[in-house]
Nanobody, 119 residues
Framework: QVQLVESGGGLVQAGGSLRLSCAAS????????MGWYRQAPGKQRELVAT???????NFVDSVKGRFTISRGNAKNTVYLQMNSLKPEDTAVYYC?????????????WGKGTLVTVSS
């Protein structure tokens, strides 16, 4: 199994920065890619950013140029650096791990960390 634990959320003023971290444990060799999703009140969960083991990244348009995603050297940690935060970035941010074969298509989720951006 793969377990994910997020940290780094909190309250920040608009224009500020936060860095989220996610540590994976367990069968980390099963991880194909990691990423961050978010869910704002009353909205569906949406992809924020992903990064593969090879370093390829993908971002939702609304955060391009403001957020960066990176992996730790041991590949069991993923970071989300969030700059120029906006009130609309307020959400619970979830760490995600996409698994490789033979569990391809399966995902693991952290419990989430709350990011609140005040105007």
């Amino acid at each position: 199994q793969v377990q994910l634990v997020e940290s780094g959320g909190g309250l920040v003023q608009a224009g500020g920065s936060l860095r989220l971290s996610c540590a994976a444990s367990g069968n980390i060799f099963m991880i194909n890619a990691m990423g961050w999703y978010r869910q704002a009140p009353g909205k569906q969960r949406e992809l924020v950013a992903t990064i593969t083991n090879g370093g390829s990244t993908n971002f939702v348009d609304s955060v391009k140029g403001r957020f960066t995603i990176s992996r730790g050297n041991a590949k069991n940690t993923v970071y989300l650096q969030m700059n120029s935060l906006k009130p609309e970035d307020t959400a619970v941010y979830y760490c995600n791990a996409e698994l490789r074969a033979p569990l391809a298509g399966e995902n693991r989720w952290g419990k989430g960390t709350l990011v609140t951006v005040s105007s």
